[in-house]
């Protein structure tokens, strides 16, 4: 038996990112899931893997599927075959894991399972579908990446009180707050930590981040941004977080959090503090994650090795556990936006996040 799998087509060559080819049917090992693929979502680190030359011609693409499990390793517990779930990997780096494929292995610690009555199995219509809660596969397909990151900043990195009372008089700073991972970073501020939410986003954007939880936007565009933000703030930022994470907002989440007195910032992009003009008198936490050190193994990425300890897996797994089953039943996912079916989509869906041709959207399609 085979599967058929969107592969890294060598972008250099080829000019596009995926190509479609048969592959041998995958195997799991004792401690993974088989999952049959129903849809796929696209992510920047998709693209990364193919431009940066990350990945490699052949390797598997994609981070973010759902689907139906089919097989269970032997020592997996908590998931049945039948059930519905949400995967992410590290995909876009072998030529056995990745989204992108007909069937996909999961790794169970960054895998959501669903109440089958939570997904309706209706096909979402190609064109934009409103954000909403998760009640379809292309939904399931599209927090699941943003969730296994928003978990590990604000459990591990940040280390939020699950005390809501704690953080009553304390600020989270999302800059980017119409990035996916923004969109998720507001809710989990809010509905699980209680924090009080400043977020920055295009203007257009502003209502719906409200509408997700946030107590002020300003628009990133804005010459003020900056004065604005840290009026609004009057001090209160504890935790700030750069979910865009270039050198500019690097260094404008830095300034915006001027004024409080202990602050963490943690970047998506592996920057260095070097690169700031920073103010020696004032007391910031930096700190980077790579959201694929949830799955407890070594990534190699951007020259470096990345790996989560102990406790930084404990933290994250107590995250995933505990909140999370809950949490996925209320969350709202960013706007979907629905291609063609057909793992030829893969290259389109690519492509628009690429070009940058997302705002507060999704890029989702069906194999
Ligand atoms: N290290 C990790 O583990 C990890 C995990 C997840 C993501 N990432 C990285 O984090 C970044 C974001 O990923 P994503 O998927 O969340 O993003 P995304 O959804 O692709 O981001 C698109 C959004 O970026 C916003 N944006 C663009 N420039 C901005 C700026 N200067 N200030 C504020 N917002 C801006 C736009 O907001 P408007 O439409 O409002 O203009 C747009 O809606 C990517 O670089 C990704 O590779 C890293």
């Known amino acids: 038996m085979s599967t058929n799998q969107a ?9 596009k990112f995926t190509k479609v080819i048969q592959r041998p049917f995958p195997v799991i090992d004792d401690d993974q899931i088989l999952v049959k693929a129903v849809a796929f979502a696209a992510n920047p680190t998709d693209w990364k893997h193919a431009v940066y030359q990350i990945g490699h011609e052949g ?5 973010d599927a759902s689907g139906i499990v089919e097989q269970v390793g032997k020592n997996v517990k908590g998931f049945e075959v039948g059930d519905i779930v949400s995967s992410f990997m590290h995909g876009n780096f072998s030529t056995t894991r990745g989204a992108f494929s007909q069937h996909f292995i999961a790794d169970p610690v960054t895998t959501i399972r669903y109440d089958k009555t939570q997904i309706k199995n209706t096909q979402l219509p190609v064109g934009v579908t409103p954000s909403g809660t998760v009640d379809t596969f292309e939904g399931a397909a599209s927090v699941t990446l943003s969730l296994t990151t928003v978990a590990f900043t604000f459990a591990d990195s940040f280390k939020v009180s699950y005390d809501k009372s704690k953080n009553a008089n304390k600020t989270v ?8 991972t923004g969109i998720i970073a507001i809710q989990v501020a809010k509905e699980i930590y209680g924090l009080n939410v400043i977020a920055t986003a295009s203007k257009k954007n502003h209502e719906f981040l409200l509408s997700l939880g946030a107590d002020q ?6 010459s003020n941004v900056i004065e604005d933000v840290k009026k609004a703030a009057n001090g209160s930022i504890a935790y700030a977080y750069d979910t865009v994470s270039s050198e500019e907002t690097f260094q404008q989440t830095y300034d915006a959090t001027e004024g409080s007195p202990d602050v963490i910032l943690e970047n998506l992009m592996n920057l260095s503090e070097d690169l700031l003009k920073l103010d020696s008198s004032r007391k910031v ?7 694929y050190v949830a799955d407890g193994r070594t990534h190699h990425v951007f020259g470096h090795d990345f790996v989560a300890t102990p406790e930084s897996l404990k933290n994250y797994n107590q995250f995933w556990n505990d909140i999370v089953p809950d949490l996925i039943k209320t969350i709202k996912t960013p706007n979907l936006k629905v291609l063609e079916s057909g793992l ?3 290259n389109e869906a690519l492509a628009l996040v690429y070009e940058n041709r997302v705002s507060a959207q999704k890029v989702v399609f069906r194999p």
């Open 217 to 222: 936007v300003f628009d990133y565009n804005d």
């Open 59 to 63: 390797d598997i693409a994609g981070s």
């Open 344 to 346: 030829e989509s893969a």
């Open 285 to 291: 936490t930096f700190s980077k994650l790579l959201a």
């Open 7 to 15: 592969v890294l087509s060598g972008i250099l060559e080829s000019g």
């Open 173 to 180: 700073l999302i800059w980017g707050g119409a990035t996916s």
